[in-house]
């Protein structure tokens, strides 16, 4: 009797353990869980904005051949210089046909068919012989001053149509703003994109209140350009906020249509243009990244995906059957990379005050800029056909960027994206290191806004670890 006594407190305690043995595992399995849903140390989660419906198939008609800018050259004039002959012109047909595809046909109010720069100037880009819309223009020229082309335009224009005809008139805005700002948005080598600068010129020129545009600019133009990096259009799913520092946030449609400024008489022709932005944004809702042509180690690429999803997920997110993406804002302090961009805005507080305070900032689906002190970790998708890396395209190929020590300070690559020109081993492009700048083709790294420093996490792994990561890389 006592002997089964014994027995049966013995299992009432060991029960009771078992009970709090795994009570414990429980909370602490719940506070790993919870530990887990944290950003990492240094970043900051970026909230998530309402974002208005549209038709993509409306959207990708407007992008073809929409007059989101609404000024530029007589159609008659370009077909006479350029021949207009493009063999790029996305089977566009109509006036469009044979139109390079960085430029659409608009008709302005008055009546006058003009050429005018897209959206596609900076957001497309050949790659391997094909125009890959939605892949950042990596090899256009932005070091020489745009105003001069137009100074031999506006000659061709007086003496084609006279100073006040209806030609004159429709070309005016575009001649007007490209003079004033073009001074201004020139970077120190070709590729990168003076994309904030752009900005900046624009918003001197404009009134807040109703966009109309100021012959003299109410704040002082930095004299500096920021480089950047377009990013890649199909990304814009994924994300919570806009550009490299976070920096849009809002409404995406609303961000966008400020590509209108150029020419754009008010902020009533803002509110025609916005209008068509949401179903624009639904066709870039549904691009997806270009497939990696060439062979891929699928042994390789699978020791690979074990070490991304260990090393870096946490701020990249996660791939192939569970797709994650966390919308990380990380710290200066953390990313260490060229701090330029990230404090352009807060260097200048007049710019991101002025588009808060403008139309654009106003309403139910307003846009709002809000400078940050860091950089957004961004998707990976399509990561190999984006090469240069980084924000400011400082780092030519996927290896360099794993392995800092090896980025070089002055490098020069050949600007023709061909598969001659395509490393697959270091995945980016082909290059030659210089001993100096030698032309505006040469990367100098030295250079403020343009340094290659930071993002050195991946000097931890192996040489093994790192080709493993770079080969799953490729599949993403």
Known sequence: MLKTQRCEASQIMLGKTLFIAGGLVAAIGLLAAMQSDKPPEGTTYLEPSPQRDGSPAAGYQYLLYGDFVSSGIPLKVFRRVSGANSAGDLDRTGDAKGIPFRFNVATTPNGVKVVAPTCLTCHAERLNGQIVVGLGNNTYDHTADASASFQ????????????????????????????????????????????????????????????????????????????????????????NALYYNGLGRGDFARLASASGMLTMLDSAEARRIDSHL????????????????????????????????????????????????????????????????????????????????????????????????????????????????LHNASVPTLDDLLNSPQRPVFWKRNFENTEANYDQGKVGWKYTTEPSKTDTETYDTTLPGYGNSGHRFGDKLSAEERKAVIEYLKML
């Open 152 to 239: 031999a335009a506006d000659f061709a224009v007086k003496l084609a149509f006279g100073e006040n005809s209806p030609e004159w008139e429709a070309y005016l805005p575009a001649s007007r703003a490209t003079k004033s700002i073009g001074p201004y948005i020139r970077t120190k080598t070709r590729g990168p994109n003076p994309a904030d600068k752009i900005f900046a010129a624009l918003s001197a020129h404009r009134r807040a209140a109703d966009l109309i545009w100021l012959d003299s600019a109410q704040f002082d133009i930095p004299l500096e350009t920021v480089p950047t990096d377009v990013p890649a259009w199909w990304l814009t799913k994924k994300k």
């Open 278 to 389: 949401p179903d624009v944004m639904a066709w870039i809702r549904t691009l997806e990244p270009p497939k990696y042509p060439y062979p891929i180690d699928q042994h390789l690429a699978a020791a690979g995906k074990k070490i991304f999803e260990q090393r870096c997920s946490k701020c990249h997110g996660t791939y192939g059957d569970s797709v994650s993406y966390p919308n990380l804002l990380v710290s200066l302090e953390k990313i260490g990379t060229d701090p330029l961009l990230a404090q352009a805005y807060k260097t200048h507080p007049e710019y991101h005050s002025w588009y808060n305070d403008s139309w654009y900032g106003k309403g139910v689906h307003k846009g709002q800029l809000l400078p940050n002190d860091g950089y957004v970790a961004p998707p990976l998708d399509g990561i190999w056909a984006t090469a240069p890396y």
